[in-house]
Nanobody
Framework: VQLQASGGGEVQPGGSLRLSCAASGLTFSIYNMAWFRQTPGKEREFVAA????????PYADSVKGRFAISRDNAKNTVYLQMNSLKPEDTAVYYC?????????????????????WGQGTQVTVSS
């Protein structure tokens, strides 16, 4: 399984970015997917997840109303649309795969439950 994250970069506060994570080596449509982020010295934290059905689970409170996760099964890709970006959104963003047996809803925010990880893409929000 390979996950290739892209779309990161530097943006001013209030700006937008769309992250992509292209998956290969798996039947993408049957897996749940998620985005996490990490800053130096801190644990990786949950951002958003989307079930194989295409339904997003509740977002992290810190991004609710600003970020949106989606997936395109035909392209084996999961996206994270990030709007109204803030300096505190600065982090390395990682995509992750939840393989069977699938996580229950309460565990989808825990990074330990995910089976595969991408290499991360840096997002920097700065004026």
């Amino acid at each position: 399984v390979q996950l290739q994250a892209s779309g990161g970069g530097e943006v001013q506060p209030g700006g937008s970015l769309r992250l992509s994570c292209a998956a290969s080596g798996l039947t993408f449509s049957i897996y749940n997917m998620a985005w996490f982020r990490q800053t130096p010295g801190k644990e990786r934290e949950f951002v958003a997840a989307i079930r194989r059905s295409g339904v997003a689970t509740p977002y992290a409170d810190s991004v609710k109303g600003r970020f949106a996760i989606s997936r395109d099964n035909a392209k084996n890709t999961v996206y994270l649309q990030m709007n109204s970006l803030k300096p505190e959104d600065t982090a390395v963003y990682y995509c992750a795969v939840d393989a069977p047996p699938f996580l229950i809803a309460s565990d989808m925010r825990r990074m330990s439950g995910y089976d595969y990880w991408g290499q991360g893409t840096q997002v920097t929000v700065s004026s």
